[in-house]
């Protein structure tokens, strides 16, 4: 393929110069040689020169050529022979060459323009872009190379395949991108590439079709990954207490009624704990709030230890959490409470200023799925009714949402 923008650009303008007057003398030898001189094709070996002069030497040469041509077949091919005269500079078969020589010169310099603003846009260092013919690579730019982290040599004819991490991703980008562009449309997508060396990037995609029979698209890659990452970040911080790393309180009842519609289809058991840490406002009061978050940090980390990983559990505010029990009913959710209870009681909680360690105790309400009228909202009341029965009972305790309701 030929590379205009090393023949424009990295060529001196003397072998330009150059290059142009011999295209110009083949032309004028092929004139002699090939046609009579009263044959009246005056101009017609000069057209391939002058756009050879302009599509490979640039505008000044290819005007030199052109204005040459011109000179030339008014001198020796126009009657009166081997001089000039006003007549033949004015004849209609010189004014249509100069008409179209003009033509030519004006649209290969608009063409050079543009693909040289293409090249730009294409082979840059930021936007990977690629075309593609029954989705192997024809071509592909630096940055394409630098974000899948093969070489050009290995791109080219390789088919996308081997980028795709999710085959059945490649599948679906056959099935509906090409649906899409066939239809003469746009298609844009993101989904994750494997690099050479194994690793996973997010990539944003968009693609066209720029041939007629539709067999050859371009596509444009953008590498998303950090931006990916920062989405994530962001979507855990709003998802996820700052303090804790527990589901917040929207992403908890959000996460909680989708585990109760699962338990009312398909008639499961399931159930609620509503904890507070006895004494709280105490501690803060005392040792100061980083203290305070330790003992928040630390009856976190117990309820890890202590829960299944299928339980959802949330920060609702300050000292209270939730805990939702999936596929337990009441009296497993009593003693799944009685056995956290106990694990807070017996722990230590050792002071970032020193002295003695804080030990905790908590209350602890529960509630269960009883019929399939029940809302995230009804159990969440009746366990906190429990909570509050246990915190005026005496506190470190646990109690079920049906005594609450009998007291």
Not at 10 to 36: D, E, G, N, P, Y
Not at 234 to 243: C, F, M
Not at 306 to 330: H, K, M, S, W
């Amino acid at each position: 393929m030929i590379n205009l923008k090393d023949l424009l650009t990295k060529r001196s303008i003397s072998i330009r110069f150059a290059l142009a007057l011999l295209f110009f003398v083949i032309a004028l030898a092929a004139r002699f040689t090939l046609f009579q001189l009263d044959s009246g094709l005056i101009f017609v070996t000069f057209y391939p020169a002058i756009i050879l002069s302009f599509y490979f030497c640039g505008a000044v040469a290819g005007s030199l050529v052109a204005l040459l041509s011109g000179l030339a077949a008014i001198y020796y091919f126009t009657v009166p022979y081997y001089q000039f005269s006003l007549a033949s500079f004015v004849s209609p078969s010189t004014l249509f060459f100069a008409l179209t020589a003009y033509l030519i010169g004006y649209f290969i310099t608009r063409l050079h323009s543009k693909i040289q603003q293409l090249d730009v846009l294409l082979d840059n260092e930021m936007i990977g872009s690629m075309t593609l013919k029954n989705r192997r690579v024809l071509w592909c730019n630096k940055a394409m190379c630098k974000i899948v982290g093969y070489p050009q040599a290995a791109m080219l004819g390789a088919s996308t395949q081997r980028l795709f991490a999710d085959n059945a991703m490649f599948e679906k980008v056959g099935r509906e991108g090409y649906a899409a562009l066939n239809e003469g449309k746009t298609y844009r997508t993101q989904f994750e590439l494997i690099k050479a060396d194994g690793q996973r990037i997010w990539v944003d995609v968009s693609g066209g079709n720029i041939s007629e029979d539709g067999h050859i698209s371009l596509w444009l890659i953008s590498d998303i990954t950090k931006l990916k990452q920062l989405e994530e970040q962001l979507k855990h911080q709003v998802n996820h207490d700052y303090l804790t790393g527990l589901y917040s309180r929207a992403c908890f009842m959000h996460q909680a009624t989708t585990e109760l519609n699962r338990a009312l289809r398909y008639a499961h058991p399931m159930s609620l704990l509503m904890l507070d840490i006895d004494f709280f406002k105490r501690v803060n009061d005392t040792h100061g709030h980083q203290a305070g978050d330790l003992v928040l940090k630390s009856v976190v980390d117990l309820c890890r230890h202590t829960l299944r990983d299928c339980d959802i559990c949330g920060r609702l505010g300050g000292e209270e959490f939730a805990v939702l029990l999936p596929e337990t009913d009441q009296t497993k959710a009593a003693e799944v409470a009685e056995r956290l209870r106990l694990a807070i009681q017996q722990a230590k909680v050792s002071l970032p200023s020193g002295g003695l360690p804080l030990q905790l105790t908590c209350s602890i309400g529960v509630s269960a799925l009883s019929n399939n009228e029940d809302t995230m909202d009804i159990l969440i009341s009746l366990a906190d009714g429990a909570l509050y029965q246990a915190k005026n009972t005496g506190r470190n305790r646990v109690c079920l949402a049906d005594l609450a309701q009998v007291a």
